[in-house]
């Protein structure tokens, strides 16, 4: 094969050593999971941790008034601490803003409780606008939609350009005067590119907009710090990163988080209630009502541990060379049409692609029979498929722990789909 | 391996050359399927015949292998019955791929439909199976009410 990449390069990304890390890995060493993006695998020191949580501190936290309790509660607070630092979120002392880290159960909640309580909190109505762009997930597209068909706002896309960006002129085109929220992907889950979220924000905070970013794509694969960003919020899950699945993280600024109505009420949101009324507790607990699930922050928390142990920036550099080995080994497929940019260096993690005249869910099922697990269909984002003219695709998404043998794997499957579907080639 | 078989030669020798993929010009019953999520869109018809058995079977449309093979595998095993029948076999087929019901005399019965039978260990599948079958049983149902079936 023809590639861009050095020997030393290949060669760093021939085997992967760190799926001995991952239980579900090394129990199938000829799986080629090629569905990160989907959810990651948890490596064993984050399945140890959600099981030392229940052995070793097991007890509802924040309420209780007993040692057990006090850990659980501690657990959280440290957990809150760890991303903060994670992503960037520090104050003017370089402390990490741990009340700015609200759990939901998964990003997609986290998006919905900013999507009802800033609808609210910026008295959205007709005349005023709320900017996504075209590629989202639908995760950050319907709680939009909902809240302009509920309060009279209009939605406005941001579309990409012939080579998947979204242009400047685009950003100051569609973000104008009536935006009152603007909330885009940092990358896409269909295309994996980077959209320009610092440019996107300035212009938004330019015309008096909040800024959301939805990081389910790119805190799992690349550096994200919140200030280099310039957001206002920022949504990601946890299972992405190889923590357990039911954590969704919401960070916002704190002046932001404390001018917020609550969006769920409950148990362990409140300071005081009477019968007519209730306080709300500051920011994060407002936002966080009823049993936190403990475990799985203190194992999120873990999972945080394990990546930065590898490091952000090794990790990014391994799934940079392996998104340039898929791309390049896609392209040596004559009935392979690659949908996004061409070139791997564009491509966080996902790529997506069409094998000609074959279904996606055929092509998914017969990989299956090869143990390569890729995704088929329209991965949450019809408007953007709608948009590129397409129903549906593969994607192949890979991680750090994947290896040039399972991409290999996934090349020599679509040619045994060509076989099966165009006989012998 | 179970995917392995339901791409066999015979099932994809419908996919290539569908015997019963053409517009019925004398149809007495069409009916629409469709399945969103993938794309598929079926178009069925029927004509029935005066002695109450039907004559023929076609359809158009597109969509992944399984829905279309499905398609052609049903369109065949259809003629020559009546309506009762057609229902009858409609439950069986479904039986087949979400009941697991895979006894000898239900597969005999199923006759080359039976190739699908793994579409049943295949969930995110079954609805690609199941369209052309589910289409035509709300043909008969509606008895030539021409509205749009959709498995999902």
Known sequence: METSLSKAQLDSIRASALKSDFPLLAANPHLAFLDSAATAQRPAAVLDAQRRFYETMNANPLRGLYKLSVEATQAIADARAHIARFIGALDEAGNPQQDAIVFTRNASEALNLLAVTLSQLTKLGPGDEVVISIMEHHSNLIPWQQVCAQTGADLVYLRTDGDYRITQEEIEHKIGPRAKIVSVTHVSNVLGVENDVP???????????LCVVDGAQSVPHIDVNVRALGCDFLAFSGHKL??????????????LLDAMPPFLTGGEMIDLVTETGAVWSPAPQKFEAGTQDAAGVYATNAALSYIERLGMRAVEERERLLSIYLCERLRELPQVAIIGPKEGERHISSISFDVKDVHPHDVASILDMHDVCIRAGHHCAQPLLTYLGWHSTCRASVAFYNDAGDIDRLIDGLNQVWRIFHGSR | MEVASLYNEQFMDHVAHPDYKYELDDATHTHDGVNPSCGDE?????????????????YTGHGCAVSMASADIMSDLMVGKTPQQAMHLCELFKGMITGGKKDDATLDELDEAALLKDVSHMPARVKCAELAWRTLAEML???????VTTTE
């Open chain 1, 199 to 209: 440019s996107i924000a300035a212009r938004a905070h330019e015309v008096g907009a």
């Open chain 1, 242 to 255: 190889g923590g357990p699945l039911g954590i969704g993280v919401l960070w916002g600024k704190p002046e």
């Open chain 2, 141 to 147: 149902k509606d008895e030539g009410d021409s509205g």
């Open chain 2, 42 to 58: 079926l178009h069925l018809a029927i004509r029935l015949g005066e002695d109450g058995l039907i004559e023929e079977v076609a």
